[in-house]
């Protein structure tokens, strides 16, 4: 089945302790993208890639990296994690560079408490 | 910069109909809507890729309308499936989301 996959789906954690979120697909897409939502303000780019090693910040890149070192995977890694990064985070791909004029897939999401 | 929509929120009977309006006060492309189910992930409805070009997904449908960057989506005899919230969003420097536009339809 084509997919988009987050994992973890939940996690609680603490102020500065390092964490990864996992994206994978399975469809060769070529696009990939992170978003966080928060109430009243929709879908916010995190950073996005458009190919293997191509990154590129979104409107709200501070505080995040990610890295593009396949084509299917594209983690989201927060270093020193801040409360005010707790929100419900999206991973997505498309099958273009850009997703001007194609779809965008979006994983489950993943709910990100930081205490 | 964000596209603005409205309303925020709607509320329907079944059978009515709405319209949600996307607008940018940047030169629009296109411009994509999806919908989001509560605790689900957004899901693609449509791209609208040229000026006054119009597309249609089950009862819902959308117009574009370049010169006034503004695009719209219409949802005629809604059903209950059609509850959640409506995002439109265009490809920018990067892709950027409007804020949303919750339906409500009640039975």
């Known amino acids: 089945e084509a997919q988009v996959t987050q994992n973890p789906r939940y996690l609680i954690t603490v102020t500065g302790k390092k964490l990864t979120v996992t994206c994978s697909q399975n469809m060769n897409h070529e696009y990939m993208s992170w978003y966080r939502q928060d109430p009243g303000l929709g879908l916010r780019q995190i950073y996005y890639?458009?190919?293997?090693?191509?990154?590129d910040k979104g409107d709200v890149p501070e505080g995040y990296k990610v890295s593009r070192k396949e084509k299917r995977n594209f983690p989201l890694i927060l270093e020193s994690p801040s409360p005010n990064q707790t929100s419900l985070y999206f991973c997505?791909?498309?099958?273009?560079?850009?997703?001007?004029?194609?779809?965008?897939?979006f994983g489950d999401g993943t709910r990100l408490s930081i205490l | 910069q964000q596209p603005v929509q409205s309303p925020q929120a709607v509320i329907l009977r079944e059978g009515e109909d709405a319209v949600i309006n996307c607008s940018s006060s940047?030169?629009?492309?296109?411009v994509h809507w999806y919908r989001q189910k509560h605790g689900e992930a957004p899901v693609f409805l449509m791209i609208?890729?040229?000026?006054?070009e119009q597309k249609g997904h089950e009862k819902i449908s959308a117009s574009f309308n370049e010169k006034k960057q503004q695009s719209s989506l219409y949802l005629t005899a809604s059903q209950l499936s059609y509850s959640g919230t409506y995002f439109c969003g265009t490809p920018s420097q990067n892709f950027v989301f409007g804020p949303g536009t919750r339906l409500s339809v009640l039975p």
């Open positions: 890639s458009m190919n293997v090693e191509v990154t």
């Open positions: 940047k030169a629009l492309y296109s």
């Open positions: 609208l890729l040229k000026g006054g």
């Open positions: 997505a791909s498309s099958p273009g560079t850009y997703p001007d004029n194609q779809p965008q897939h």
